[in-house]
């Protein structure tokens, strides 16, 4: 039968305390070999200091006659940041955060010192100086009946091949609302400052200006302009509504009966480059739902998935991505008051860039509805990050 070989003993990367350090010049001072001390002598995890560890603390003692055992300040890896740049960071936050979207990427756009450093390192920076990155409003919940259909929905997609979920698309409308005054454009200006923002953990300067989100009726101000999306394979496609004299049109079953007819077919092949059908996911308003509209999406190639549970934008994928060119949006708006004429050649021109420059995100967006069903399923029908 082979021996079994002895298990060497891990390397131990424990400290000599001030304790230990006398100790060792004291016994030195005894007359006691180096060998023996470093058997005498025990670091604060309780291992025997190394010979070289022993060697050191003499050496040290002996050219500086005045050390006591304690270690100075410039021991240990020293700091990425030095005070007076951690000042500048400081700095930049309170002074920018109420005019742009601060962020540790836009830190490193400004302050190119921080350029060398990763995102972590800046992080820890803020947080070292009671900064967090904490949300200006929360989201609303699901309602409980509504659990058991997202549920079962997630427990679907699980089963379904991915060859399958790549030939889903998304649905839905949203608004855009125009300030008609230079206060509601403040207020909206303010928006696309973002909804965190870096301030005090404590809460201290909760209430100052520049911490202060917008009016919690921003979105609901102006004058309205609707439009409907259609957002597949990483492209969103897009239809304004009309106006009715100063009103805009709403969604109905005949306008959407027509869109369906006259814009889907055209927006499902240029979203996937071919003729083969796809399968919607729409929410669940009245009008969408209607006999001769369920109809006219499969003449188009657009057979709706029944089983998509209600009170669920977040397994909606357009949705998120609503979010990403409102943001986009507010990014890019004028200082002065646009006309809904502006705003929709604006809105054409960021549509188009975003088609082309941020088509990986909103494929992946598109395709990733296992990770939104496993999500709905640990949080146990609960609403998710998407």
């Known amino acids: 039968m082979p021996l079994k070989r002895k298990r060497q003993a891990e390397p131990s990367f424990a400290r000599l305390d001030v304790w230990a350090r006398g100790e060792i010049w004291g016994l030195h001072s005894a007359g006691i070999k180096r060998e023996e001390i470093c058997t005498r002598v025990v670091k604060v995890d309780g291992t025997p200091p190394s010979l070289n560890a022993v060697d050191m603390v003499i050496a040290h003692k002996a050219d500086n006659p005045q050390w006591r055992g304690a270690v100075g300040q410039s021991s240990g890896r020293p700091q990425s940041l030095s005070e007076a740049q951690k000042k500048l960071v400081l700095g930049l936050v309170f002074e920018e955060r109420g005019r742009a979207k601060v962020t540790v990427k836009y830190c490193k756009q400004m302050l190119r010192f921080l350029r060398k450093l990763s995102r972590k390192t800046v992080e820890r920076a803020l947080e070292e100086a009671g900064l967090a990155w904490l949300r200006r409003r929360t989201k ?91 957002f597949a394979n990483g492209r969103l496609e897009y239809y304004v509504l009309p106006k009715d004299g100063a009103r805009t049109t709403n969604m109905n079953g005949d306008r959407y009966e027509w869109l369906v007819a006259n814009k889907f077919p055209m927006w499902r092949r240029a979203c996937f480059e071919d003729d083969g059908p796809v399968h919607l996911v729409q929410d669940h308003e009245k009008c969408l739902w209607q006999e001769r509209n369920l109809l006219a999406l499969r003449r188009a190639g657009c057979p709706v998935v029944a089983c998509y549970p209600k009170q669920s934008p977040d397994l909606n994928a357009i949705e998120g991505w609503w979010k990403v060119l409102r943001d986009r949006l507010d990014l890019t708006a004028p200082e002065e008051i646009e006309s809904r004429e502006e705003f929709v050649t604006r809105l054409r021109r960021t549509v188009a860039w975003l088609n082309i420059n941020d088509w990986e995100h909103a494929v992946a967006l598109a395709r990733n509805q296992k990770v939104r069903a496993r999500a709905v399923l640990h949080q146990e029908g609960a609403r998710t990050k998407w």
């Open 140 to 230: 609303r919940l699901v309602p409980r009946d509504a659990k058991p259909g997202r549920i079962a929905y997630s427990n679907w997609v699980l089963k379904r091949h991915q060859g399958t979920l790549d030939r889903f698309a998304y649905t839905d409308g949203t608004t855009f609302y125009l300030a008609r005054g230079l206060s509601e454009h403040e207020d909206k200006q303010r928006a696309a400052l973002g909804t965190h923002v870096w301030r005090m953990s404590n809460g201290k300067d909760g209430l100052w200006e520049e911490n202060v989100g917008p009016s919690l009726y921003a979105k609901a101000q102006g004058t309205p302009v609707k439009i409907w999306g259609f």
